[in-house]
C-alpha cells in the first residue's frame, strides 16, 4: 500500500515540478549551450537560431513569436548581432525579460560597428555565464544557489579550456599566426590568443566582397605568406575555395564561427567547438 502511495506522490509531483521550471529562450545555439550549462535541469530551454544556421540573416519563424510570448527569460548576444530580435520580441507582445549576456564586455569595433563576435574569446564567455547565472537566479530566486553551483563548475571548465588554447597557440611559430576566413567572426579570438584573422566579409555574412576585396586578400596572402585559409560551417565555402585556387594556399579546414554544429557533429558544444577550432588552427600552421 505504501509503495502504491508513494507511486502515486511522484506520478503528481513530477508533472508539477515540470511545470515550474523556468521557460527561457536564447537567440541562437552557442549562446544556449551556455545557458544550458547553468540553468542544468531547472529551465525549459528554446533556441531561435538552431545548429549550422547562420545568426545573422536569420528569417524568424511562425512559431518563434509563440515561443517567445510563453518565455520569462529571453537571452541574446546583444551587440547588434540579432537585428532582427526586438520586432519579433514587439510582435509577440511579449512580457519576458531580455538579457543581454554580452553585457560588462568593452566591444571590439570594425568602422562604426561593433564586432558582435565576443564569445571567440574565453574570458569573455566568462563574463557571459556570469550574466546568464545572476538573470536566471533573479527570475527564479529559489534555485539560484543550483545556478551559481552550475556556473562556478562550468567556470572552471572554461579555465581549463583557455589554458588549452594558450598553450596550443604558442607552439605555433609567430610568423604563421595568420590566416583567411570567410567573415570577420575571429576578432576577439584574434586579441586574446595572438592569430591574425583576415576575412573577406565583414563582421556580417550580409555583406558581399566585392572584386577589389578579393584581389586585396589575394595580394595579401601572397604579400605576408599566409599559410591556410579556413572555411566556416556557417558560410558558403565557394569564395574562399576560389581565393585557396588562385593562390596555392591551402584549405586548413573548417571553423565553427557563429554555430553550433548538430549533436553528431564536430561541436554540439562551446567547448567542443573552441578545442575543434583550435585544433584546425594548430594542424595547419603549425609545421
Not at 31 to 36: F, I
Not at 117 to 142: F, M
Amino acid at each position: 500500500m505504501r509503495f502504491l502511495v508513494l507511486s502515486a506522490l511522484l506520478l503528481i509531483a513530477s508533472p508539477l515540478h515540470a511545470a515550474e521550471r523556468l521557460n527561457v529562450v536564447a537567440s541562437f545555439s552557442i549562446l544556449a549551450d551556455l545557458v544550458r550549462n547553468v540553468g542544468g535541469d531547472r529551465i525549459d530551454l528554446t533556441t531561435l537560431v538552431g545548429p549550422d544556421s547562420d545568426v545573422h540573416v536569420y528569417t524568424p519563424a511562425p512559431g518563434d513569436a509563440k515561443r517567445i510570448a510563453a518565455a520569462r527569460l529571453v537571452i541574446v548576444n546583444g551587440l547588434g548581432l540579432e537585428g532582427w530580435l526586438p520586432r519579433l520580441v514587439q510582435s509577440a507582445g511579449s512580457k519576458a525579460i531580455v538579457v543581454t549576456a554580452s553585457a560588462g564586455i568593452a566591444p571590439l569595433k570594425l568602422g562604426s560597428a561593433a564586432d558582435p563576435h565576443a564569445w571567440q574569446s574565453i574570458p569573455n564567455v566568462r563574463i557571459y555565464v556570469a550574466d546568464i547565472a545572476k538573470a536566471l537566479a533573479a527570475a527564479d530566486p529559489d534555485d539560484a544557489a543550483f545556478f551559481d553551483a552550475q556556473a562556478k563548475a562550468y567556470l572552471e571548465k572554461l579555465e581549463t579550456l583557455d589554458r588549452e588554447v594558450r598553450e596550443a597557440v604558442v607552439r605555433i611559430p609567430s610568423e604563421r599566426r595568420k590566416v583567411i576566413s570567410t567573415h570577420d567572426a575571429f576578432g576577439y579570438f584574434a586579441a586574446e590568443y595572438g592569430i591574425q584573422f583576415v576575412a573577406p566579409l565583414g563582421v556580417s555574412t550580409e555583406t558581399e566582397p566585392s572584386a577589389r576585396d578579393i584581389a586585396a586578400i589575394i595580394g595579401q596572402i601572397r604579400a605576408q605568406k599566409i599559410p591556410a585559409v579556413f572555411l566556416e560551417n556557417i558560410s558558403d565555402d565557394r569564395l574562399i575555395r576560389r581565393i585557396a585556387a588562385e593562390t596555392g594556399v591551402k584549405v586548413g579546414g573548417t571553423l565553427i564561427s557563429d554555430g553550433l554544429t548538430g549533436e553528431k557533429g564536430p561541436a554540439p558544444t562551446y567547448i567542443d567547438m573552441v578545442r575543434h577550432n583550435i585544433k584546425a588552427l594548430t594542424s595547419a600552421l603549425d609545421h
